[in-house]
């Protein structure tokens, strides 16, 4: 529909650049007027921007409700070459919408605790000046994030495809001058850059493809040229989605370019919240979500999406066990999550993977910011202990004088006592991410594991274990956080967060437990709400699902179908959830007061260091993947480079070369010209005119004798001489 039949039809769509500008607009306030601004004011201002496109998003999702046909509307010209026509438009339908709601809703109210948490974070880094900065950075992605989404055509979606990935770099590495080293969050940031680029590479073929065979990169013109390009081109279409999948490799984190997210940590604690829960690393999600049309032509491609999705699923699940750092284990929970969307939308059961993008956003951007606030009340605990001589003494001889670290969950124990707002807040991220009934994430995680059980039961066994998995060491960093005895003087007197953090905390926790109201069985609201706009993709999965069942009629009046809730998936899934959990509360309880016997030296840090042996050191060093692609990969770059700059660049082209045939040469030929050429011919040349000049002078010199009877004879012989010749010319 078009900005004429826009009008005609009402509602606000024409709203949909506010998305964009919005959060520009703030980051402008910011940059213009912030340093004459307090730090609340520079909060309130980027959050107010922030919130206002998640109103324009509620606004959109109104008008979509009454006329749920997409709407294109344009914006400006940006391209015009040859046959290629390019506006910048706005696409709104449901599943763009549907992404909007998640980052300016989540992206709110993270920017909100921003406000308090980057007022203690920039004291604790004793650069208070950043402050405003970080703001900046934070409209800056949510503008990018929402140019990305609101997009009609591939070319565009790359514009916030890339934005992103530079707000990324600003974000991870803003305390650049810190880490190990003093470079150590600089190098995390240029990693997830560079990391992004070869997905980034993937991404740009395929758009060239589809330029290529289509002729367009508008999302309408491709839908509906898919068929038939995939009938004359089948390997064309092929190619478009397995390089797309290289590109969501890279953004959404999955095997083989996910080694980027965890080391991504070293950014503030509302940049993980904000790029790696619930915007950036989804985009993948939803890139391939967007491009249903070409993936539903290409089971080849769906198969290859859905076991690199369930792959990475229970390859981060495993290695977040073997994790200390309470924001690393969120971060291969969160590759591991974000395995679970992307075998879902390989599987073609795009509305099951949208659906578990929306409540992962809301219980892991929870979790991630509660992080945050137990951080940060370590870091308090500390700042109380480092002003009590007695009580720093005494962290000296537990930890030595070396630097504490508060993201150690080592250091932890005791906090639900001193944190009761965040432990709570805590507890139900952690069981939402587990999949306990009834929260959000049992209803999403579920909807998955059914549909991969009728589709994938290669996929559905890979993300059962990691279920297994996700319950057990939530369990066990919720015990080692908030249970037992403190575990270090800063634990002992950490303190709660001030209500600007833990009132967002409240929220999320609230729709991490409602979440799952957006797709109850029966209901499928989301499920309707998506098919508007992916309708024939949700068609045909329902038909294969139909398909592989013993039959329509049977399925229908099975004990176990609920309208859409399968209680054998449910059932099993949920046990085995608890299994997990009684578990991690057994090993991490139990077991851990058993090995508080043994002598401190011989004494574990974690029980299943003792059981597992060399497994657990697997997981704890995630199978050397990154010694691994250092080895083959950035060792033999450097060696490549090293060889280009020693024997290429130095040895051949600066010592031989340039040194050897060319200056050599140089000089040779100088000395030729100014030898035998210069000094031989052209000098000899000119001596020889001398020379003669001065022979001929010295004979002429003989006829000036100074004589002037000698002179009057000549001038007589020369008439006489004169005289005869007329002579003999008359004769």
Known sequence: MNLSEVTSVGGFFSLVPLVVFLPVLGLLINMIFGGRMSEKAIGWTASLASGATFVVAVLLATSLAGHPEAVTIP??????????????????????????????????????????????????????????????????????????????????????????????????????????????????????????????????????????????????????????????????????????????????????????????????????????????????????????????????????????????????????????????????????????????????????????????????????????????????????????????????????AGHFDPQDMRTMGGLRKRMKITFWVYLIGSLALGGIFPLAGFWSKDEILLESMHLHPTVYVLLTIAAFFTAFYMTRQVVMVFFGEPKSEPAAHAQESPAVMTVPLLVLAGLSTLGGLLNLPYLHTFKEWLGHTLGEAEHAVEGAVEGLAEGAAHASTAWYDLGGLDLRVALFSTVLALLAIALGWWMYTRRMEELQSLPLAKRPDDPLRKILGPVFKVFENKYWLDEIYKALLLDRYVDVANFLAQKVDWDFWHDWFHDKVLAGGFRGLTWVLAKPFDLGIIDGIANGLATGMQGLAGQMRRLQTGFVRNYALAVFLGVVVILGYLVLRMI
């Open 75 to 400: 914006f400006l010209d940006w391209i015009n070459i040859g046959t290629l026509e390019l506006p910048w438009a706005f696409r709104v339908d449901t599943l763009s919408v549907t992404m909007m709601l998640v980052v300016g809703g989540v992206g709110t109210l993270i920017h909100i605790y921003a406000i308090g948490y980057m007022h203690e974070d920039v004291r604790h880094h004793n650069d208070p000046s950043r402050y405003r900065r970080f703001f900046v950075f934070f409209n800056l992605f949510i503008a990018m994030m929402m140019i990305l989404v609101s997009a009609d055509n591939y070319l565009m979606l790359f514009v916030g495809w890339e934005g992103v990935g530079l707000c990324s770099y600003l974000l991870i590495g803003f305390w650049y001058d810190k880490g190990k080293d003093g470079i150590g969050n600089a190098l995390a940031g240029k990693k997830a850059f560079i990391t992004n680029r070869i997905g980034d590479f993937g991404f740009l073929i395929a758009a060239f493809l589809m330029f290529q065979y289509f002729g367009s990169f508008n999302f309408d013109v491709i839908n509906e040229m898919a068929p038939a390009v995939a009938a004359a081109a089948p390997a064309a279409v092929m190619a478009m989605t397995m390089f797309m999948l290289l590109g969501v490799t890279g953004k959404s984190a999955q095997l083989p370019l996910f080694v980027w997210l965890p080391d991504a940590m070293a950014g503030p604690t509302p940049v993980s919240a904000l790029i790696h829960a619930a915007t950036m690393v989804t985009a993948g999600v939803y890139l391939v979500a967007r491009s249903f049309a070409l993936y539903s032509l290409v089971p080849a491609a769906q198969n290859w999406v859905a076991i690199v999705g369930g792959v990475t699923a229970l390859l981060a699940a495993t290695i977040a066990v073997g994790q200390f750092d309470i924001k690393k284990v969120l971060a291969y929970s969160t590759v591991s999550q974000l395995g679970f969307m992307v075998a879902a939308v390989g599987m073609g059961a795009f509305t099951a993977g949208m659906f578990h993008l929306v409540t992962h956003a809301f219980f892991k951007g929870l979790l991630f910011l509660s992080s945050g606030s137990v951080i940060q009340g370590m870091e308090r605990g500390e700042h109380h202990v480092e002003h009590d001589p007695n009580l720093k003494r005494k962290m000296k001889q537990e930890h030595g």
